[in-house]
Each structure stands twice: as C-alpha cells, then as structure tokens.
C-alpha cells in the first residue's frame, strides 16, 4: 500500500497521540492531529520536530534525510477542531484511558466521520468490541495499540473485535507494517482488560508489587535485579514511570 495521499485523523495529541500523528506522517500519511486543548497542541507540534524522538533527532541518528523530517512536519496539521477528522481515511484514538470518554468521544465522531472511515483506538486495553458497540461501524472499528515511545517501539498490537471486518483488519495490518510497525492480530476479550501485552505486564506489576510491600527489596533493587536477570531494558517500576512520561 502506498500511504501518500492517506488521510489519518489522530485523536489526542499527549505522550501517544502526538508520536503516532509523527510516525504515520513519516510514513507518507496526511495527518490531521486533534486534541482539546491548545497548549498541548503546541507541546506536540515542538515534540515531533525537536523533541527526544522528533524527526530532527531522527535525522541525527541516520534514521531519516533532511528533506524526508521536512516534508514528514508539512503532513502534520495540528487542529482543535473535531470536524477536521470527518474526512479521514482512518482515525486513530489516543484519548484519556477513560472508558466513558472513549464512548462518547466515539458516539459523536460515528455521526459525522464519512462512512467509510475506519475507527481504531490506541486503548490500552478496553474491550474493542463494547468500544465499537457505541457506533454504527463495528466492522470499520478496530484496536490498534502502540507502545510509548511510538515513533521508536516496534509495537502493533492490532485486536480484532467481534465485528470487525477481515477488511478492516488488513488495511490497518498493512498500514502499520508500511509505518514500519510489527502488526500481530489477537482477539479481543470480553472480559479482560490488557490484550496480551498489558494482561502479562500488569500481571508482572502486581507481582513486583507484592515484593515490594513484603519488604524484600525496593523499587530501584527489584528494577535492578530484573534488569540484570533478563536483559530488560527497564524493570518494572521504571517501565510505568516512562510510559506515562513518554520516556522524557
Ligand atoms: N502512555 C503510554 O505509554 C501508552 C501506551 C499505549 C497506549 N496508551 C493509551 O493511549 C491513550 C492516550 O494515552 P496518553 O498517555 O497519550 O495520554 P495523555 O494524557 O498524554 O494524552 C491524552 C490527550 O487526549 C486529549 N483529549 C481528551 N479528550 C479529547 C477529545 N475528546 N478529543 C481529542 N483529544 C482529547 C487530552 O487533552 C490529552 O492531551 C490512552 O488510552 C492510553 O491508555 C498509552
């Protein structure tokens, strides 16, 4: 798939939502980025050109020419405005972890988004299908969950929710492996919150929580030893501290 001339609408424009709108710009989308508030719309619009991950450290690192970061930043549009997303191809939500804001941010967005626009939420870990039950288009409703940092981690965890298309589910798989993504499809649960990646690392936190509170190590030692032990990059608790800071 070519992306140039795709239209990706992204919702959110904090830690996920900011790096997403630079990653599919990158990858040749026209990316309209839209979040409520104006100050973090700037915050976002510095990131992506000179933040830690930004395009300008890309081209740093060897990671992209000059001329690809520049045109990559022309792609970019950053709005409060919702309508702006209507004519979208595809929208990616990276709002609050909330799922009643989630609902009512996509219940709205159903009634004015062209019909053909497929609707993908970077939660991290909400029933894709109870999400799309709030729209019209559970076929064209799909998860599409990132790790922070987004323009770095490799991570596409797409989750097929109960309706949604085989379609959908390839146009979105191509669209991340074109961004340079590793698109693995699993289902959705009904009843678990997490997916795979965040079912087995919560279920990690809770553990290293339990030791800690048990007094047999502290956090910084716990990180340490799991650091040394499997040649993670981070431990446990270091892991949460960066993902919600967007490893600033
Ligand atoms: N931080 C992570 O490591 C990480 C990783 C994967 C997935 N996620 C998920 O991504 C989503 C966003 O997380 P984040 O860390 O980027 O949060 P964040 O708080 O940094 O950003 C959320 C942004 O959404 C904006 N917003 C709220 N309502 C909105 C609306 N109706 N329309 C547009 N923008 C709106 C807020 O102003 C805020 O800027 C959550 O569902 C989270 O669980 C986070």
């Known amino acids: 798939m070519s992306n140039n001339n795709y239209k990706i609408g992204v919702a959110g424009a904090g830690v996920m939502g900011s790096g997403i709108a630079q990653v599919m710009a990158v990858s040749g989308c026209e990316v309209t980025c839209r979040d409520i508030d104006q100050d973090v719309l700037k915050e976002a619009s510095k990131n992506v050109d000179s933040g830690r991950f930004g395009v300008k450290s890309a081209v740093e690192r060897g990671k992209l020419t000059e001329e690809d970061a520049s045109s990559a930043l022309e792609r970019i549009h950053f709005t409060t405005d919702l309508d702006a997303l209507n004519e979208a191809d595809l929208i990616i939500e990276a709002i609050p972890e909330r799922f009643d804001l989630k609902v009512s941010f996509w ?142």
């Not at 969950?145 to 379609?167: C, F, N, R, Y």
């Not at 809770?206 to 990180?223: F, K, M, Y």
């Open 107 to 248: 219940k709205e967005l159903d009634k004015t988004a062209a019909p053909r626009t497929i609707f993908a939420s970077n939660s991290s870990g909400f029933p894709i299908s109870a999400l799309a039950a709030a729209t019209e288009r559970p076929d064209r409703f799909i998860g599409w969950h990132w790790a922070s940092p987004a323009p770095v981690m490799k991570l596409a965890e797409i989750v097929k929710g109960k309706k949604t298309s085989k379609e959908t589910v390839e146009t979105v798989s191509a669209l991340a492996e074109s961004a340079g993504k590793n698109p693995i499809v699993v289902n959705d649960s009904d009843t678990s919150w997490g997916y795979v990646t965040n079912r087995i690392y919560f279920a990690m936190v809770r553990e290293a929580s339990t030791v800690l509170n048990e007094g047999i190590a502290d956090r910084d030692q716990i990180d340490q030893l799991m650091t040394d032990c499997f040649r993670w990059p981070s431990g446990p608790f270091g892991m949460t501290r960066g993902a919600t800071s967007g490893w600033k």
